[in-house]
Structures are given as C-alpha cells and as structure tokens.
C-alpha cells in the first residue's frame, strides 16, 4: 500500500517536469528526459529505504527550490498558496479582513489596515500582534496562519492580541476587499494633478486612464505620475499607460528570449489621453519591472522628465506556467528592452562572486544609448533620473535597519505616546533621531559587515597558528573603529532614516490616503517636480 502511494505520488510529479520537455526544448529531449528518469528513481528508493520516515511533499518542495535557486529569484515554484497570492496580486480583490498582515511564528502583526475595511472597523491597529483566531493559537498552527483570517464574505472571526503589553480581543467582519491600483490622486496646485500607481494589477491603466482624465476636468495642466515603492505588475499595464501620454503605433518595449515565441515587440494600440501635457515621473530604489518599463520608456521617448533615485534595475520578464494540483511556476522567459535598445537589468545572476551572490554589473561595462532627443542614457543599473535625489548611502546597514522591522516598531511606539496637533506639520527633530539611535541600541540591533566577518575570521585564523597575542590589542582597536564607522553611517543617513520613520509615524494617525496628502505638503521630490512643471523652459531644458 505504502508503495502504490509513492507510485501516485512519483507520476504526477513526472507528468509536471514533462513540459520542460516542450517546444522550446526539443533538441535536448533525450538528456532531460535521462535526467527526469535519474531523478524519479532517486526520489522513489529514497522513500522507500531511508532509515527513517521521510515526507515526500517536504522532500519534494526542497528538491525544487534547490534547483531553482541556481537561476534567479524571479524563477519560482507557486504551491496552491501562492498561486492565490499572485491572484489577489493581478486583481486586487479578495474577501478578508482589510489589513497588511505580516506573519511571525508566533503572532500575526498588523502592519496596515486599510481605512474602512474590517479590521479598522473592529478597532485593530499597525503594531497590533495577533496570537490566536478564534481557538487556533498561532504558535502552534502548523500551516499558513495568515489564512485563518480569510474565509466568506459577511462570516464573522474573533481575534485575541496583544497591544502594549495587554491582551484584547475582537471581532471581524469579513467583507470583499479591493486594492486599488491607484490609491491616491488630487490636485498638487490649481494647475499641477498627482497620480500615485502603487501596482500593475489589471486595473492599473482603467484606474490611471479615470484619474487623468479626472485631474485634467479638475483643471489639471501638469501632471506628476508617483511610482516610488512601485514592484510592477502585468507588462501589459506597463504599455497601455504609457499610451496614455504617447501616440498609438509607438515602440515601448521589446522582448527578447532563446525562445523565439518569446521575442516580441510591443507597440501603444489606442489613441492618447494627452501627448502634450507636460509630466514628471517619480520613481525610487523600489520602482521595478513595469514601473521601470513606463519611467524607462517615457524617457527614452523625451516624454517625461524623471525625478527621484535610481530605479531597481530589473529587466526580466516571468511567465507561469501551470502545473498539476493547482500548482505553478513561474519562469524567467526573457529580458525586457525600452525603446532605446537598452536592457536595465542590474544584477547578473548568471555569473556570481564567491558567495553565490548575484553580480552587480560594473558601470564601466554600462552601454550608452540614445533618446528620440539624442540624450544620453545607460543600461545595466536601473533608469537613472533625470534629477537624482540619492537614496542612503550605505544601503547594507540602511537596508538592515529595515528589514529588522525596527523602524516599524519604534513609529508603533511614537503612536502611542504622542499627539501631534496638525500630522501635516509634523517634523522629526535631531531629538527624534537620537531617541531612535537609542532604540537600536535598546533592541539589540547589530549588523556584522563583510568587513567585520573577515576580521573576526583572520584573528581565528590567527588564533589556531597562536599568533592572537601579538595582534589581539590591533584587532580590538579595529574592532572598535567599525563600530564607530557603522554609527557614522547611520548619522549620515539621518534624512533617509527619518524620512521612512516619518511616512511609517504619519499612516499611523492617518491612514496611508492621508500619507498622500502629508507628500504634498512636505516631499521633496514632489516640491521639485512642481518646481519643474511650473517653469516651461526648465522643464523642456531637461528633454532637450
């Protein structure tokens, strides 16, 4: 019996590496099919004789990431899961609680709700840490809790959570829940509109199509198009906004893959809303694949002056594929050219350093190309604005800050023991600054640099071969000035650091909309696009 199960399980896990057999790959039939048969027999004889009991689906999910993990971080493998995940991604509709939730092994944490969706009207809160629904205790649900908080429309769940130290419960109401495309516009001036494009979902152009033609009835004789923070979407999207301010018939981009079905150029099909209007493009370190797509474009054409930090740099282009039992994958199926002929794909994942890292390409091998205009552009590091804001100047440390979830946590706390009188006023103080260096202190933070790894490594080294005695007062001294290196970066990133800090502190009184609202009267990325929009000569200066 215990073998038959096996057997059901190895076949259709054949049948689903079949198709790497396909069209694209007919000439290398017979080495992947030896391999498959390889594979497939390892996998059944190790199931059945290893010493202990293994589970097939674990073994299995290894086996897959392991390999895909030797090509790039956009090749995916989708369980049933994921594929919903992306689902919600490509629509922005599901039915749950209204809130960005982010799972722990142990709670569940709040970190938006969305104004007027479910959770905010239970009373939840960005910080709020979830540790059971209804019965089930998150620290020991086995699968993915953040599905306990999905179900039917108009089905009721009960929560307990912990907030300052104190635990509280509450009840939600499920409902449907749209993610809007575009989250925000309105009238910066009387004559300048802002559209925020927050994804390339599939309602992308329909949202960014109703809000220009808004903002333009509204009186709008400039636009700003924000998409910092942006990940990208549907390349689709991409191309019918970028349509929106170019003529119908023009090259946007062209793709280009091993697999000749793959190669592709995509040109605008309707007519313009306006080809005149003058536009800036924001973009920041986080605007990928589609909003590099629509910036890059936009450039390349002389359409749009570009405002903000260099973009991330991806030029790949995925496809999923379906497999059996609902599963996917998703593959890397081409690389992506804007109208110029450049590819911005930033990091090589072809050829790697010692660690297994992806390579950086060197911007002495960056290739110049040309605008409509005849400016000069680059490939290889992401589009490059037009009017460079530099983003923080260490992004490692930066970047460990972040991900650390402290700057999260400390704006939780701020919350909680203040009450600013008008939020759009509010400016963190050098005082905010060093209350929040004491924070990372307080909570442990601490990142080893390549640096201080090679250090620690080459006094083991030293150490072993009984050298440690003569150089160990060296190594503390260099020890020492690292660290008060790494209290220097932070320092010289305090306008970066305080500027996450206060977009994080601002939605917490008033929602991400008012964050929009706090950007127009504070961003300086805005400021200066207005400033651009506002002179006709500066702004044509830059497409010239």
């Known amino acids: 019996m215990k073998y038959l199960l096996k057997k059901k399980i190895i076949i259709p896990i054949l049948a689903s590496l079949l198709f790497f057999a396909g069209t694209s790959f007919k000439n290398d039939f017979f080495e992947i099919a030896k391999q498959i048969e390889i594979f497939t027999t390892l996998f059944k004889e190790l199931n059945m004789n290893y010493v202990d009991e293994t589970n097939p689906g674990d073994l299995m999910d290894t086996a897959i990431k392991s390999m895909l993990a030797g090509l790039d971080p956009y090749t995916n493998f989708m369980n049933e899961q994921d594929v919903e995940a992306a689902r919600i991604n490509n629509t922005g509709d599901y039915t749950g609680i209204g809130a960005r939730v982010k799972t722990f092994k142990d709670k569940l944490v709040i970190v938006e709700p969305y104004k007027d969706y479910p959770a905010d009207k239970a009373g939840l809160k960005a910080g709020d840490e979830i540790i059971k629904v209804g019965d089930i205790s998150i620290d020991t649900y086995k699968e993915d809790a953040g599905s306990l908080l999905k179900g039917t429309s108009d089905t009721s769940v009960e929560v307990t959570y912990i ?26 001036n009387d004559k300048t509109g802002y559209i925020v494009l927050s994804r390339f979902n599939n309602k992308a152009h329909a949202e960014t199509n109703y809000a ?30 970028v349509n929106l301010f170019v003529p119908k018939g023009q090259l946007v981009v062209t793709t280009k893959s091993k697999v000749k079905k793959y ?111 005849g400016r000069k552009v680059f490939d290889g590091g992401g589009v490059f604005p037009d009017v460079i804001f530099n983003a923080s100047k260490n992004s490692a440390i930066t970047n460990a800050i972040v991900n650390s979830d402290l700057i999260f946590n400390y704006a939780t706390e701020y919350y909680y023991k203040n009450t600013p009188n008008d939020i759009n006023s509010l400016k963190l103080s050098d005082a ?81 909309e008012g964050l929009y609202e706090y950007y127009k009267v504070n961003d300086s990325k805005i400021k200066k696009a207005t400033e651009i929009l506002s002179k006709p000569s500066t702004y044509f200066d830059y497409l010239k």
């Open 163 to 188: 907030r300052q130290g104190k635990t509280q419960t509450a009840t939600i109401k499920r409902a449907e829940v749209e993610i809007k495309a575009v989250p925000h516009f309105s009238m910066v």
């Open 432 to 512: 905010d600054f060093s209350n929040f260096k004491n924070y990372l202190k307080t909570n442990n933070f601490s990142f080893e640099t390549d640096t201080e790894k090679a250090l620690y490594k080459a006094f083991e080294t030293a150490t072993k071969e009984e050298l440690n005695d003569n150089i160990e007062k060296d190594f503390k001294t260099l020890v020492s000035n690292l660290r008060v290196s790494k209290t220097g970066v932070i320092d010289e990133n305090k306008d970066y650091l305080l500027e996450l800090l206060t977009e994080d502190i601002v939605k917490r009184y008033v929602y991400r």
């Open 212 to 241: 220009l033609r808004d903002l333009k009835a509204q009186g709008a004789e400039h636009i700003i198009l924000d998409l910092r923070g942006n990940p990208g979407g549907l390349l689709n999207e991409a191309i019918k906004i």
């Open 263 to 373: 190669n592709k150029t995509y040109y605008t099909q309707s007519e313009p809303i306006d080809t005149k209007i003058p536009l800036v493009v924001l973009i920041d370190g986080s605007s990928a694949s589609a909003s590099e797509i629509v910036s890059g474009s936009l450039q390349d054409l002389d359409r749009a002056v570009i405002v903000g930090a260099r973009s991330f740099g991806k030029g790949l282009v995925q496809r999923p594929k379906l497999l059996t039992y609902g599963t996917q994958v998703k593959i890397t199926i081409s690389r992506y050219y804007t109208p110029s002929g450049r590819c911005i794909q930033s990091l090589d994942y072809w050829n790697r350093n010692k660690k297994g890292e992806a390579v950086r390409v060197k911007q002495e091998n960056y290739n110049e190309f040309k605008t409509k205009n």
